[in-house]
């Protein structure tokens, strides 16, 4: 595990820089690699935008939230999942292109509660701050989801699902950060059998 400063990543998210976090992300990988590891992933959904300029370049292999997700998705019979998480990642193309692939569509929020989720996920969740008027918020927003048609919604932040999940939610929730753990160990766990 190779973690950088979140405030050393955020600097360029908030320039829109994406090649720059795609270099952080990088040298992360190449640390990685020299001590060993066979794979990468990146538990933040947001960071996933700058994969297109990490991956041509990765001296590894990185498992892809939102392909994990998609695919978790599609083999639960969805058809039309809600998207949450900050605004950068809900506005991306990051979800959208791999459900696509799968042959899912999918909703946004609004852009007032994309608004008020990105403020909700940076000036609480992220702090530990856990307010019954978030959870409230996030609830409203997800049973809106619903009525437009969704069958499920994706926590895509890792701290979404600090205060809600699958009791809490009008929709079934397809948790990235835990999906993408149980991949990861998966591949692990094959791995070492083909070593052996």
Not at 87 to 116: I, N
Request: one cysteine or more.
């Amino acid at each position: 595990m190779h973690t950088p400063s979140l405030a050393d990543y955020m600097d360029l998210v908030y320039r829109d820089d994406w090649r720059g976090v795609g270099e952080i992300m990088l040298a992360s990988a190449s640390k990685l690699a020299r001590i060993g590891c066979d794979f990468l992933i990146c538990p933040d959904n947001t960071m996933h935008q700058a994969l297109p300029f990490v991956e041509p370049r990765s001296p590894l292999p990185w498992l892809h939230i939102a392909e994990i997700v998609a695919e978790h998705a599609r083999e639960r019979g969805f058809k039309c999942v809600g998207l949450t998480g900050t605004r950068w990642l809900v506005e991306s193309e990051v979800y959208p292109q791999k459900l696509a692939a799968r042959g899912l569509t999918f909703l946004r929020p609004r852009a007032d509660e994309r608004e008020e989720i990105n403020r909700i996920i940076m000036d609480e969740l992220v702090y530990g701050v856990f307010k019954p008027e978030a959870v409230a918020y996030f609830q409203r927003t997800i049973a809106r989801l619903k009525q437009n048609g969704c069958d499920a919604v994706v926590l895509g932040c890792t701290e979404i699902p600090l205060i809600i999940n699958d009791q809490s939610s009008a929709l079934p929730t397809l948790d990235s950060t835990r999906l993408l753990a149980r991949a990861a160990l998966r591949r692990a766990v094959a791995g070492m059998a083909e070593a052996a």
